[in-house]
């Protein structure tokens, strides 16, 4: 079927970039899963946000997406309104509460409410021994990595509620189970999250708001170049990979938007991890 509507509508990528799906029964339209719901999505201007922010677009979202940076914003505004997705797009420094707050006033003034909050924003300063770790960078791991999600969420939360629920993706990493070596901070805020996710899934269950999290392995972005691009670090880790390649942010797209859906309603306070079969248990 899929193929037949390729050669109808041959723009690349448009058949799959429509709000608006074809079913596999009978050729009618459907709605995608997500079709409607507001979604923010931090740090999402490349890499896994990126992807994330990408495929709940194409399954029907209305995504804000965002960055520390202008440049960065509106060059991913840019490319996924290409594929005819809806998106818009701002600054935000998630350290920052005013920052936290205008993301939070954007999707209410565009879209008049917030279904779904994606929490990506991650930074890592450091390489080398935990011992070595100045106060300065465990402050500024733990407020951006752990800190900043909880303070996102109790921002979030009252506008939710006003939709009649919602729910909320946590981005941890596999580094919560099997420390990645010589990242000792940000290996113990990703094990922070798995304890925010699972508190959060509990406080928040009489407000039908559900709270899950996702833990992704290697993935090849940016921000985790320092493992995979040094031949050695990166032949270490897949060792222990029962898929022998390192993983592609559209891996973990497709999780989010499952666990964001109706499809997970009877989800919550889980970790998915995406990690090609690492060893993944505390």
């Avoid at 931090?42 to 440049?71: C, F, N, P, Y």
């Avoid at 509460?97 to 990506?120: K, P, T, Y």
Wanted: aromatic fraction near 4%; proline fraction near 4%; charge should be positive.
């Amino acid at each position: 079927m899929w193929r037949a509507l390729a050669a109808a509508f041959p723009q690349p990528g448009q058949a799959m970039n429509r709000l608006v799906r074809m079913s596999t029964a009978g050729g009618t339209a459907t709605p995608g899963k997500l079709a409607d719901k507001v979604a923010l999505v931090t740090a999402s201007t490349e890499g896994i946000g990126l992807a994330i922010a990408r495929r709940m677009a194409q399954d029907g979202a209305h995504v804000v997406v965002s960055s520390r940076k202008q440049a960065n914003v509106d060059r991913a505004v840019t490319e996924l309104r290409k594929e005819n997705l809806s998106v818009s797009g701002l600054v935000c420094h998630v350290g920052k509460a005013e920052d936290r707050q205008r993301l939070i006033d954007a999707a209410l003034e565009r879209h008049g409410g917030i279904d779904i909050l994606v929490s990506n924003a991650a930074v890592n300063p450091f390489f080398g021994s935990i011992l070595d770790v100045t106060e300065e960078v465990w402050d500024k791991i733990l407020d951006i990595n752990v800190k900043a999600t909880a303070l996102l969420v109790n921002l979030v939360v009252p506008h939710m509620e006003k939709r009649g629920g919602g729910s909320i993706v946590i981005v941890s990493s596999v580094a919560a189970y099997s420390p990645f070596p010589a990242l000792g901070p940000y290996n113990v805020s990703k094990t922070a999250l798995l304890g925010l996710t699972r508190n959060l899934a509990f406080e928040l269950r009489p407000r039908n708001i559900r709270v899950n999290c996702l833990a992704p392995g290697l993935i090849r972005t940016k921000f985790s170049s320092a493992l995979w691009q040094d031949k050695a670090t990166g032949d270490k880790l897949m060792e222990s990979m029962r898929i022998q390649r390192i993983g592609e942010p559209s891996d973990c797209a497709g999780i989010v938007s499952f666990l964001c859906s109706s499809d997970a309603d009877y989800i919550t306070g889980e970790t998915v991890v995406v990690a090609g079969g690492s060893p993944s248990r505390l």
